[in-house]
């Protein structure tokens, strides 16, 4: 099993220019995440999908935009890159949001803006 | 709105011994999740273990359990036996069942350097 995977590993981008990141996993889950990871910051919630073609902010939106068209896929875009957004990108997934359920996460995708 | 806090920022252990890394979390909720996630440098997520508010228990997982203290809202991970694998950063993470929405709160992390 593929599990979560995200494309692309790495990318440097000049600011801006937008962007698109991949999420796709297999495990047939109703609930996606995509998390930003700062130094000294932890992981926060940019926006989340409760199902197919539904998404919902997080804690911090601003600067990007999702899609869920498809039940295994979460997009995240960027539409004019910031260097503010300089960041590893995470995206998660799992079955339903009210049980002690883990979300799983893909590798992760380091992001530059130059 | 709920947090969670990691206030160690960095640990060290020699190899063969125990560590306990701190969280504490703060909520008016009565009903939640607990979990620590492991990051190696490798960049995954791993969940470690985790906790459900209403299990006095504290859950463990081989070398790895929790001091789950619900009145004081503390929530530390020990590590027993510390092997070189186990340096990591490591998140503790909190889940409202309310909203339905399965996110998670994540502290700020704690690097655990091992030493042999």
């Known amino acids: 099993n593929a599990g979560v995977t995200q494309t692309p590993k790495f990318r440097v981008l000049k600011t801006g220019q937008s962007m698109t990141l991949l999420c796709a996993q297999d495990m047939n889950h109703e609930y996606m995440y995509w998390y930003r990871q700062d130094p000294g910051m932890g992981l926060r919630l940019i926006h989340y999908s409760v199902g197919e073609g539904t998404t919902a902010k997080g804690e911090v939106p601003d600067g990007y935009n999702v899609s869920r068209l498809k039940k295994q896929n979460f997009l995240l875009g960027l539409e004019s890159a910031a260097p503010s957004q300089t960041s590893v990108y995470f995206c998660?997934?799992?079955?339903?949001?009210?049980?002690?359920?883990?979300?799983?996460f893909g590798d992760g995708t380091r992001l530059s803006i130059l | 709105a709920q947090t969670v806090t990691q206030s160690q920022p960095e640990m060290s252990v020699q190899e063969a011994e125990t560590v306990t890394l701190s969280c504490t979390y703060d909520?008016?909720?009565?009903?939640?999740?607990l979990f620590w996630y492991k990051q190696p440098p490798s960049r995954q997520m791993i969940l470690v273990i985790r906790q459900e508010a209403y299990k006095q228990q504290n859950a463990t997982e081989n070398r790895f359990s929790v001091n789950f203290q619900k009145a004081a809202k503390s929530f530390s991970l020990k590590i027993s036996d510390s092997q070189l694998g186990d340096a990591a950063m490591y998140f503790c993470a909190y889940r409202s069942p309310g909203s339905n929405t399965g996110k998670l709160i994540f502290g700020q992390g704690t690097t655990l350097q091992v030493k042999p």
């Open positions: 909520t008016s909720e009565s009903d939640y999740y």
């Open positions: 998660a997934s799992t079955w339903g949001g009210a049980g002690n359920q883990p979300q799983h």
